[in-house]
């Protein structure tokens, strides 16, 4: 018998209670027994590793029947480092290794801390054990590797192998207690920065369900239900353990028939529902939903535990609250928004709209665009008030998105018409006409002929310094734009209905596109325009016509170059002339008709006016 195994002469006499200090080893007629049915918790896994078989039976014949915390014992062997390592491949749910520092190599064991430690986890308690001391100095074992305790082989008697086991297995059961409640702080810690979404508040639920669980030592997992108004379903919004994956399902689905009844009428009374292994509490909110905490699998609760319970109840409940009263928080904002759009306010200078007040301004350069249908009074004539209240409201519905995809916003609805701001380009404001006047094409197509004649859209842009703020008085406040520019695009769109063109910009405008714009645009010439003392010039973008149109009316820019020439120098008849050569070799441009017809005003009253 090796010196080392002195303490094995020991196992064959019976051990007094001061040897052992408690009746761990001895006490198993005195445990109450399992309640029929109840499912038994999983043993702790304790690795022996160690080169000599007397160890491995010896250690077995010690820890028979011994229970830690209401959880038996499973001893797992290995005889050496390599067989160790491919045990702890084999079971993830190691507790505690014995384990002898002598076995391959004399420093076997502890290359095998350094192994446990780097490549597996350092949670796993280790008690190292050896029979040849000098080699290891206890010491320098200690303060060099990460270990639980060092004992040599011939001080552990029997009753000294079970306490330092005891020990160890307390220690593993608390560190991994706290690792859940750290798991649990980080999802709530990681839920508050967006409290109030529906993920995260879920997220915030299960992370105090972790930590609630793990303070009650749930064996099987927790449930956090919301029950809604009654008679609505019973869904699970959060869980922990065996239900971690039961978010969304209604309750009867996951949970035996038992807990499933006791919710129910935990929701329904009002009260706690305290079972022998389970135990139901229900809250209620302030909008009369109902809400209730299952804690599954728990020794039994105290009255602290019941504390505990109720206080995480009532945050819950306040959680929920809150949630709530956000939502409806984001639902009137975004309410207010569709009646003054954020982009106004922030344009303004304002972020918050409950801030905003009377005179609020700001003046800076913005393109400004006017839109308005064409010919809508002689239409909305054939039509009732209802049908021509829904078509222009499903055709803004058509047209607005093109001004928000290229960073526009609406100011204002002008009834049949409406006017929008662009603040970063001009390009913007035409690229949105264009789509805008594609979409009025789609927008006539999928009518099918049920409107009394095809909708048409004019549009008028202009760009420059505007002051943009607010007016009106402390009870009704709105956001306006004035300027002088924006006189002008007004007048630029009323120009469209004169010469029967779709979108005109002026020349401030053109000289800020992109050439591939303006190679899309045409100029009419320096027009007058009403409240204007000079004539304005203005360009006429074709990029929105069909392409033989488009390709017909470029042909000719060059000699409308002249025609806007004589028009400026309000050279009538040469204007006139000129017009009528380009109508017969532009039949389809109806701007030329257009710019002929207004030559023709302009003689008639030339001629009236001398008469």
Partial sequence: MPAAWGFIALESRALTVEETDDELLFADEE?????????????????????????????????????????????????????????????????????????????????????????????????????????????????????????AKTELTAARLVTTVVGGLRAFSDLMTVQQQKRGLEKVIAATGSLFERRSMADLISGLLIQLSSLLDSRKGSVFVLGGKPGTPVEIQAGTGCYEGSVGKPVEEVVSREICEDICRAIRERRPMVRDDYFVYAFASSDATASAVCIDGHDGMSAWDERLVEMFCQNAAIALDNQRLHTEQVRLLGAVSRFVPTTLLNLVGQNDVTQVDVGDHIQRPMTTLFADLRGFTALAERMSSRQSFCMINDLFGELVPWIYEHHGVVDKYLGDGLMALFPRHSSDAVRAAVAMLDAVRTFNLKQGGRLPAPVQLSLGIHTGDVILGMVGSASRLDTTVMSDSVNLAARIERLTR??????????????????????????????????????????????????????????????????GAMIADQRWWSARDQLYRLCDRAKDDVVIQGLLDECTRQLWRAEQGSR
């Fill in 498 to 563: 004169k010469i029967a063109a779709d979108l005109l910009i002026t020349e401030q405008v053109y000289e800020d596109l992109s050439p591939e714009l303006q190679a899309q645009s045409r100029f009419l010439g320096k027009l007058q325009v009403r409240g204007k003392q000079q004539p304005v010039g203005v360009y006429e973008v074709v990029a929105a016509d069909p392409p033989h149109i488009r390709d017909a009316k470029m042909a000719i820019a060059d000699e409308l170059i002249e025609v």
């Fill in 31 to 151: 445990h109450e027994p399992q309640q029929l049915g109840a499912k038994q918790p999983p043993p702790w896994k304790i690795l022996v590793v160690d080169d000599e078989p007397e160890v491995h039976a010896i250690s077995r014949l010690a820890l028979t029947g011994l229970e830690v915390r209401g959880r038996g014992v499973e001893l797992i062997s290995a005889f050496s480092a390599a067989e160790a390592r491919q045990q702890f491949a084999t079971h993830n749910d190691i507790a505690l290794v014995l384990l002898d520092v002598v076995m391959e190599s004399e420093d076997a064991g502890l290359q095998m801390i350094q192994w446990i430690r780097t490549q597996h986890d350092p949670m796993v308690r280790v008690v190292l054990r050896t029979g040849q001391p000098g080699r290891a100095p206890e010491r320098r074992v200690m303060l060099d590797y990460d270990i639980h305790d060092y004992r």
